[in-house]
């Protein structure tokens, strides 16, 4: 898909990814449409040129008001990218089912909600690209963040399925897996922290700048996943080879001393 021209909203654009994205695509001739719960950081995000909604994603009523502000500047949602999504470093079985359902709420239910407020939209232009901001954890689960991993495996399985449901509609579905990028994730995480050999092995971490990059280039291309960095392909081939040496391995990156 061409970019240039295009009206790209993009959630969780405050920082990290998103801020990324929005200067990604800014600089490919697209015009935005931003939202996070930081005004200032979508301000900043922003640069005076692009609409900003802040507001609470997991909230029905902010999920409309983005849609409809957007349609009102622009008159349509050409590409729509869920990348709003927080976690927890907790273990699964001890974990409280408050912070389960508020991870829940904005991993997988906000990004299903917007799609549904969106792609009605795209199916009656016959045009457009729903991108979801999955991780590789969703393709290889991480035990340090258990829950996590199955909230975006939710959204990776949706992904594809939406895929297929749009195929006769000219609306396509694009999957992000990134891997380890160098943003405010850990310190902005709802509870826990990833242990010491988690945190000292950042070998192939990326920065969101790479990562909106490989994005852009995605959509450009059609792509059905885009793993950034690619080597991350490497490790899920090998944990569907040889799944109880990766995850013994895993298990030890778990150790919390």
């Given at each position: 898909?061409?970019?240039?021209g ?19 695509f ?48 622009y ?28 991870m ?21 232009r ?15 689960t ?19 399925g ?15 897996c990134?891997?380890?990028v ?53 490790l ?7 799944p109880?040496?990766?995850q ?10």
């Open positions: 898909m061409r970019i240039d295009k009206v790209v909203l993009i959630t969780g654009a405050s920082e990290g990814i998103g801020a990324a994205c929005a200067a990604e800014g600089a490919a001739g697209a015009k935005l449409s931003l939202t996070a719960r930081s005004k200032t950081g979508l301000e900043a995000a922003a640069g005076g040129k692009a609409l900003i909604t802040p507001g609470d994603l997991t909230d029905d009523a902010v999920r409309r008001k983005v849609v409809e502000r957007t349609l009102e500047r008159g349509t949602i050409d590409i729509l990218i869920n990348n709003a999504a927080t976690g927890f470093y907790l273990p699964s079985w001890s974990d409280s089912m408050e912070h389960t359902r508020r829940m709420e904005l991993n997988f239910f906000a990004l299903l909600g917007l799609t549904q407020l969106v792609v009605p939209h795209m199916r009656e016959r045009s457009g690209m729903i991108v979801n901001v999955g991780s590789i954890a969703g393709k290889l991480l035990p340090w963040m258990t829950l996590y991993s199955a909230s975006k495996s939710a959204v990776g399985s949706f992904t594809e939406l895929r297929m449901e749009l195929q006769r509609d000219g609306v396509r579905a694009m999957l992000v990134p891997g380890y160098t943003t405010g994730f850990q310190k902005n995480v709802i509870a826990g922290q990833a242990p010491p050999k988690v945190q000292r092995g950042r070998r192939f971490a990326i920065t969101p700048e790479r990562c909106a990059t490989d994005m852009r280039r995605g959509v450009e291309r059609d792509a059905r996943t885009v793993m950034t960095p690619a080597i991350g392909w490497s899920v081939f090998l944990n569907r080879l040889f109880s040496i990766v013994n391995r895993m298990a030890e990156m778990n150790e919390t001393a």
